[in-house]
């Protein structure tokens, strides 16, 4: 009799503790963390402003330090990781934040945004030219931005065009462009659409959806919205003052929420029936009584 063979996650967090700060002034954000995103999957993390979910997202980004516990990516240590490897992960680990307007250096073209993680390892071919004012960029580059350009749905001549050019959405897109530019295995999406109005919200969720099946990406995304993760993820994570109190398949953990805090979470999401509305608040405020 065979075997089954189990896919190993390509990233595991196991104790994950994070504190801000020394001493008496020490701030736990999140202890005791455990969670786990498959080759392909996306793991929604979900929690109120707070709640320590960006923290992880950091962690994993290594973007702070970690106090206690592991961060493993396809089996590698990388938690305490050295400077050298962590610049190397993000060739395979990239990040896309929740401001499209601030991720942005607006005195840079996006032709100069998007190549500069390919100068930055060493992925440039021979120039092609170039001026005293600007390096040469090879043709290796171009081909490699108006990919990336394409694939987000943008026209190649967006290229040459400054970020205050572009709205809210496009600016996203160009972000998410400037993640696959190295060809990462897994994408941290930090509240990537918070910011954007509820049908462009649509359209990069769309996009991020279309990009994981053609490429085969992995997300950890993080939200404090229940009612979108069914759009996006195929598991869920519930954080609630720095610890995950349920998790699951996003189907159950909405449809039958098992934690206090989760069934409080999504009594809070707005319906269009003020009787109905009025009655998720008096429930969530019953269930949040409870957890104090």
Do not use: W
């Not at 402003?49 to 994993?60: E, F, L, P, W």
């Not at 108006?146 to 749905?153: N, T």
């Not at 941290?188 to 996009?207: F, G, I, M, R, Y």
């Amino acid at each position: 009799m065979s075997e089954e063979r189990v896919e190993r996650p390509l990233l595991e967090v196991r104790g994950l503790r994070v504190d801000y700060g020394r001493g008496r002034r020490r701030t736990t954000a999140v202890d005791g963390v455990d969670l786990d995103v498959g080759p392909g999957e996306t793991l929604a993390l979900v929690g109120e402003s707070g709640s320590g979910k960006s923290t992880i997202g950091n962690a994993v980004l290594g973007l702070v330090p970690i106090s206690a516990g592991t961060v493993r990516f396809d089996g590698e240590d990388i938690g305490r990781a050295p400077a050298r490897r962590r610049r190397e992960l993000t060739a395979e680990i990239q990040a896309v934040f929740q401001d499209p307007y601030g991720s942005l250096n607006s005195m840079r073209t996006i032709r100069q945004t998007l190549v500069e993680p390919l100068i930055a390892h060493r992925r440039l071919g021979g120039p092609t030219g170039g001026t005293t004012k600007e390096p040469a960029e090879p043709a290796s580059a171009r081909s490699q931005v108006e990919a990336a350009l394409h694939s987000v749905g943008l026209d190649p001549d967006a290229a040459d065009r400054y970020p205050g050019e572009f709205s809210g959405g496009q600016r996203q897109r160009i972000a998410v462009a400037r993640a696959l530019m190295l060809r990462p295995r897994l994408i941290v999406c930090d509240e990537p659409t918070s910011a954007l109005d509820l049908s462009v919200q649509a359209q990069v969720l769309n996009l991020l959806t279309t990009l994981q099946r053609e490429l085969g990406l992995s997300y950890l995304f993080v939200t404090h919205d229940l009612a979108l993760i069914r759009h996006v993820a195929a598991r869920v994570a519930v954080l609630h003052r720095g610890a995950v109190v349920e998790t699951g398949p996003v189907d159950r953990v909405c449809d039958r929420p098992e934690h206090p805090y989760t069934q409080a979470l999504l009594a809070a999401a707005p319906v269009p029936d003020p009787v109905v509305q009025r009655g998720r608040r008096e429930a969530r405020a019953a269930a949040l009584a409870g957890q104090r």
